[in-house]
Nanobody, 127 residues
Framework: QVQLAESGGGSVQAGGSLRLSCALS????????MGWFRQVAGGKREGVAA???????AYADSVKGRFTISQNNAKDTLYLQMNNLEPEDSAIYYC?????????????????????WGKGALVTISS
């Protein structure tokens, strides 16, 4: 099992920046990939960004050039740097991780989701 805990959510004006962090514990060293997803109330979950243990990344088209996913050397903390934020970025952001052998590549994981999930962090962007 992998436990995930997000932090860093909050409220900013459009054009501002936020950085989300996710602390991983448990058997996180066995996770092949980690990522960020978001969901608005009543809406569908959307994959935002994913990264694997080798550092390869994938992003949703809506955030390319504005968001950056990264992890620390110990692979126990995941980050999402969000710049030039837009009101449409407002959502609950979830950190997620896979098991050791996910069926999908990073792009597929963004569409299909991962195995372990945090409880979410609220991000609100005002215009």
């Amino acid at each position: 099992q992998v436990q995930l805990a997000e932090s860093g959510g909050g409220s900013v004006q459009a054009g501002g920046s936020l950085r989300l962090s996710c602390a991983l514990s448990g058997y996180y060293h066995a996770s092949h990939a980690m990522g960020w997803f978001r969901q608005v109330a009543g809406g569908k979950r959307e994959g935002v960004a994913a990264i694997d243990r080798l550092g390869s990344t994938a992003y949703a088209d809506s955030v390319k050039g504005r968001f950056t996913i990264s992890q620390n050397n110990a692979k126990d903390t995941l980050y999402l740097q969000m710049n030039n934020l837009e009101p449409e970025d407002s959502a609950i952001y979830y950190c997620a991780a896979t098991g050791p052998t996910p069926f999908y590549g990073l792009e597929g994981l963004l569409s299909h989701g991962m195995d372990y999930w945090g409880k979410g962090a609220l991000v609100t962007i005002s215009s």
